[in-house]
């Protein structure tokens, strides 16, 4: 936003601190204030202008009160005392009242006004609602130095009270720099008048509303605040672009352009990574695998211990089992069991099953630990089976 639009947007949003004459301030005498005290500027980015503290305002008053003599001071419609006497704008100079006295007060020089019956009737009316102080003032330093008028107005130029409208308008047809500086601020050609100068504000106010609450702001959020706001999501915007390979400065529907066609064909790298079906039937395998190999095995040693002789072919199945738990312990079993003779290596028939242990059975139970009565229950139970 150029400088010049900022000025003037910060002078538009300035509080106001209008003097609004309402239908009661027509009747009769009544104080108005003139022009507020400390320091103040335009609609139109002029001044700042300064009335400093109290004691500097009895100074205005003095000054002015010097500078009218006898007169009293003049309030006309709309400046007209003013442009009436330039060429080419014309207009009358009636009086709309005549500000009898001046006071210095903590917020601003005010004055005691006797309206004419036009005016009085014209403000009751609605007609006229705001008044605006014509003022003399040091263009160096902005200190206001005598109070020269007044004029009944509705455009007024101060959100107090506004400055000479000569200030404002052209002069002689011709508009000032610091118009024209304005004008170009707003983007209108040299010439435009108020309404224009107006609805290019409004239209500004309006956007700023807008940046606010797209800032996640209120719209009550101070211009600082919807510059920060403003240049973190700048600064934000930035580092996306960035990360999506695209400069600084790139729109944002490029940016989002850029993440959705990242996002859509991102695949994962096939060296590196595995479907988690794939790694699932792989271990199912492998345990598959495992028991396979494991039977195996066991089948191998028993049978070997079998035809060696150190475990009895009705213990087969046990040897099996043993095997499978703990190949260990069944090779420490073996390894350390006797040589069985011919009719202990002799597989008992259906019925056979006596009521006594043989000898190498008895042996079985005393490697294992296993009690006879167990031993005779379990090849009970196979011969039955």
């Given amino acids: 936003m150029p400088n010049a639009l900022a000025a003037l947007l910060s002078a538009a949003l300035v509080a106001s601190h209008s003097t609004v004459l309402a239908a009661g301030d027509a009747d009769g005498e009544k104080w108005v204030q003139l022009v507020p005290a400390g320091t103040f500027s335009g609609r139109a980015g002029g001044g700042p202008w300064t009335t400093g503290d109290k004691?500097?305002?009895?100074?205005?008053?003095?000054?002015?009160?010097?500078?009218?003599?006898?007169?009293?001071?003049?309030?006309?419609?709309?400046?007209?005392?003013?442009?009436?006497?330039?060429?080419?704008?014309?207009?009358?100079?009636?009086?709309?009242?005549?500000?009898?006295?001046?006071?210095?007060?903590?917020?601003?020089?005010?004055?005691?006004?006797?309206?004419?019956?036009?005016?009085?009737?014209?403000?009751?009316?609605?007609?006229?609602?705001?008044?605006?102080?014509?003022?003399?003032?040091?263009?160096?330093?902005?200190?206001?130095?005598?109070?020269?008028?007044?004029?009944?107005?509705?455009?007024?130029?101060?959100?107090?009270?506004?400055?000479?409208?000569?200030?404002?308008?052209?002069?002689?047809?011709?508009?000032?720099?610091?118009?024209?500086?304005?004008?170009?601020?707003?983007?209108?050609?040299?010439?435009?008048?108020?309404?224009?100068?107006?609805?290019?504000?409004?239209?500004?106010?309006t956007s700023s509303t807008a940046i606010a609450k797209a800032a996640g702001l209120t719209e009550a959020a101070k211009g600082e605040e919807v510059l920060a706001a403003v240049n973190s999501l700048v600064t934000d915007r930035a580092k996306f672009a960035k990360a999506a390979g695209l400069k600084d400065d790139a729109k944002s529907e490029e940016i989002?352009?850029?993440?959705?066609?990242?996002?859509?064909?991102?695949?994962?790298?096939?060296?590196?990574?595995?479907?988690?079906?794939?790694?699932?039937?792989?271990?199912?395998?492998?345990?598959?695998?495992?028991?396979?190999?494991?039977?195996?095995?066991?089948?191998?040693?028993?049978?070997?211990?079998?035809?060696?002789?150190?475990?009895?072919?009705?213990?087969?199945?046990?040897?099996?089992?043993?095997?499978?738990t703990d190949p260990k312990k069944f090779e420490t079993f073996t390894g350390s069991a006797p040589v069985l003779t011919a009719p202990q290596l002799k597989t008992p028939k259906k019925g056979e099953a006596g009521d006594e242990l043989s000898e190498a059975q008895l042996a079985v139970c005393s490697q294992l630990g296993i009690k006879p009565e167990d031993m005779k229950k379990n090849l009970a139970e196979r011969a039955k089976a």
Avoid at 182 to 198: P, R
């Fill in 55 to 205: 004691a500097s305002m009895e100074t205005i008053v003095a000054n002015t009160r010097q500078y009218a003599g006898s007169t009293d001071l003049v309030i006309d419609y709309d400046h007209q005392a003013v442009f009436g006497a330039v060429p080419g704008v014309g207009g009358t100079a009636k009086a709309a009242g005549w500000i009898k006295e001046l006071q210095a007060r903590d917020n601003g020089i005010w004055g005691r006004v006797e309206w004419t019956a036009a005016a009085s009737a014209a403000i009751k009316a609605g007609e006229y609602r705001y008044l605006s102080p014509v003022f003399y003032h040091d263009k160096s330093t902005g200190r206001v130095l005598a109070i020269r008028m007044a004029g009944l107005t509705n455009t007024p130029n101060l959100d107090l009270v506004a400055v000479a409208a000569s200030a404002l308008l052209p002069t002689n047809n011709q508009t000032g720099d610091s118009m024209d500086k304005i004008l170009a601020a707003l983007g209108l050609a040299k010439g435009t008048n108020e309404d224009g100068v107006i609805a290019a504000i409004n239209s500004h106010l």
């Fill in 256 to 324: 989002v352009t850029a993440v959705n066609s990242a996002v859509a064909s991102a695949k994962p790298d096939p060296a590196k990574f595995v479907p988690i079906e794939q790694v699932t039937k792989l271990q199912n395998d492998v345990k598959e695998l495992q028991k396979t190999l494991i039977g195996d095995k066991a089948e191998e040693a028993v049978n070997s211990a079998i035809k060696d002789g150190k475990l009895a072919p009705a213990l087969k199945e046990w040897g099996l089992d043993l095997y499978k």
